[in-house]
């Protein structure tokens, strides 16, 4: 019935799990790797994004070839990097089991949508994240966040209208994927230096302790 919310789509990395400060570490040691210091700026030129992307980012503020295979090899590092990482440690964020746990009690599917790739999604379910309906990670996409295809995927195998549906983001690009699909957004801005403004459809929080069912309800209503 319009109106209904018919699902809820989290992202994974700095919305549920406080996994971006683990990023930090791989990629302060990539800094280091490449002869350079890591820059606060270039976290938030790239978070959110998937390797193809985040990478030759990195590359470039550092003066270096972003070729193919220089991309390929760096990628590998990182992933092998964060996949050693994950294994130590995977908080969940103030307020993500209270509300996975409600919204799964009312009945409503809920999906994970990440950037990150299905190895390193796969160690956070690993280590007790969820359960998931529905888990759609970056390298399973061909267009990756801000492009809407991850989360128009989630909606297709989930059988559910976009525009029925609540993506809770902590990215740029994320929430721009989210909007793009169709779907109403909550913004949990997680990184220094990235903000959002309040817009139609959209909700802005300071953390998910501050986001409710009824909130979530109210975005589709």
């Given amino acids: ?21 683990l990023w930090t570490v791989a990629e302060i040691e990539l800094a280091g790797r490449l002869g350079g210091t890591w820059d606060p700026g270039l976290k938030t030129a790239i978070v959110g994004t998937r390797l193809e992307v985040a990478v030759p980012t990195i590359l470039r503020w550092y ?12 990628s590998r590092w990182l992933l092998g990097r964060m996949g050693e990482l994950l294994t130590e440690r995977v908080p969940l964020l103030p307020g993500a089991a209270d509300l996975l746990a409600a919204v799964r009690a009312a009945g409503i599917p809920v999906a994970l949508v990440s950037s990150s790739y299905r190895a390193l999604v796969d160690a956070v379910l690993a280590s007790g994240v969820g359960p998931f309906d529905l888990t759609v990670a970056g390298d399973e996409v061909t267009d990756g966040k801000p492009h809407p295809a991850p989360y128009l995927l989630a909606c297709a195998r989930l059988g559910v209208e976009p525009q029925q549906c609540v993506v809770l983001e902590d990215s740029p690009s994320g929430v721009a994927a989210g909007e793009a699909a ?11 230096g990235v903000s959002f403004d309040d817009a139609p459809r959209r909700l802005v929080a300071s953390g998910l302790r501050d986001v409710t069912l009824d909130a979530l309800r109210a975005l589709v209503a």
Wanted: net charge negative.
């Fill in 63 to 74: 003066g270096r070839d972003a070729a193919e295979d220089e991309v390929a090899e760096t």
């Fill in 182 to 192: 169709g779907c109403a957004v909550v913004a949990v801005p997680s990184v220094p």
């Fill in 1 to 21: 019935m319009s109106g209904d919310l018919a699902a809820v789509l989290f992202d994974m990395d700095g919305l549920l799990v406080d996994s971006e400060p």
